[in-house]
């Protein structure tokens, strides 16, 4: 049998169900972790990431982001997971530009709370200017075992373009 | 700005649009009476959506603190639960005659699979694994050669539409068979074509072996159930 009935508070049946989907979808989002449990970033500069990515022996994964950027928020969860996958194999760097260490902090608490990237702080956003990049937000640069730029990435990555470009890293050393 | 997925996503619905249109010209849709673009364009829209969602929140983004992300359909769309959110529209505006209307979108639905796969050559994202085939693919700046798999799979999907439109206009099929072939055909092509593509995190191989079992089982119980 099927109640018929009308629901509570003055809702339709299709509003109910809007409100359910909504209060589960609260439920599922995540929690802001403490971001003083993230210690201050490290100044950078050119000379600075070079020697960072020249000492890692591995391919270097070089992403630039901003905690006022909404699309770094987006791709943060990928890049987070590929740096945990691929770890040993490739390095992971974020670069966070033209940003305040709190903004920071808080985005890697939220974002980054695990994963095997090492972020640095560059306040007048020009490092990325060093290894051929824009000013843009986000930019991800796929750097090979040498210490040379093999990519540069304007935008969002997807899943799909990040595998590729970790791959063409790995396969050319 | 990138426009790129936008082009791919115009070619889809260019492909959907250009079946239905080829269809109706020729009356394989006869025995539906909605109106079947309608129901597309709904399906594709809320599948799109449920599918971003479920992509944010298993990413662990909240979509009500970051509702702006919801729009970055770039970071990731759920496949399974954006097509489960597909069918489910299409079962609920055309619940009165759910069979008819699906059997009338699985020719459109591969047709927009084959646009979305093609759409890769203006993403520039149709290369997967290493091979040294002669039509193997490369990167600009690159000279690794890569299968093309997202053209093997637009490949499969045109091959598709044109053997099911075949059947829908000569031998009209029972109830319920194109619909479950359709299901059928897509489950299978993704699951063919996922060990050449590269990936993170592997695709939902379990999803498209569900849509093998449930397209199949469907084709089956059209062919036997009695007209």
């Known amino acids: 049998m099927v109640a018929t009935g009308p629901v509570p508070f003055g809702l339709t049946r299709t509003g109910a169900w809007i409100l359910v989907a909504l209060l589960a979808i609260v439920a599922c989002g995540a929690e802001r972790v403490d971001a003083s449990s993230v210690p201050p970033l490290p100044e950078t500069s050119p000379q600075d990431l070079a020697d960072r990515i020249a000492t890692s022996g591995t391919p270097v994964v070089v992403n630039v982001w901003a905690s006022w950027c909404i699309p770094c928020r987006s791709e943060a969860p990928l890049l987070a997971a590929a740096a945990e996958q691929f770890a040993g194999e490739v390095g992971f760097i974020g670069l966070n530009v033209r940003d305040s260490q709190q903004g920071a902090r808080s985005f890697i608490a939220e974002f980054f709370p695990d994963a095997p990237i090492v972020h640095v702080f560059d306040a007048g956003g020009d490092v990325p200017l060093a290894l051929g990049a824009s000013r843009a937000v986000p930019i991800t640069i796929f750097v090979s075992a040498s210490g040379v730029p093999h990519r540069i990435r304007t935008g969002v990555l997807d899943e799909r373009t990040l595998a590729l470009e970790i791959d063409e890293l790995l396969v050319g050393g | 700005m990138e426009f790129s997925l936008l082009g791919a996503a115009a070619l889809a619905v260019a492909g959907v649009y250009s079946a239905l249109r080829w269809e109706a010209a020729r009356g394989n849709a006869g025995d539906c009476t909605a109106d079947l673009w309608d129901i597309a364009v709904a399906a594709l829209t809320v599948g799109l959506v449920i599918g971003r969602l479920t992509a944010m929140i298993a990413a662990g983004v909240n979509p009500l603190s970051s509702p702006g992300d919801i729009a970055i ?155």
Do not use: K, N
């Open chain 2, 73 to 227: 359909v770039r970071s990731g769309v759920d496949t399974a639960f954006a097509s489960l959110a597909a069918l489910g529209t299409i079962g609920w505006l055309g619940r009165r005659e759910v069979v008819a209307i699906m059997d009338g979108l699985a020719v459109a639905a591969l047709a927009g699979l084959a646009g979305w796969h093609a759409g890769c050559l203006v993403r520039g994202a149709c290369l997967g694994t290493i091979t040294d085939l002669p039509w193997a693919m490369t990167q600009p700046g690159s000279s690794t050669g890569r299968h093309p798999v997202e053209l093997y799979a637009a490949v499969a999907y045109v091959a598709a539409v044109a053997a099911l439109a075949t059947l829908r206009r000569y031998r009209p099929p029972p109830p319920g068979l194109a619909a479950g072939l359709a299901l059928l055909v897509a489950g299978a092509v993704r699951l063919a074509t996922e060990p050449l593509r590269l990936s993170l995190a592997g695709g939902p191989v379990l999803w498209y072996l569900a849509a093998i079992v449930v397209g199949g089982t469907g084709a089956v119980v059209a062919i036997r159930r009695p007209r």
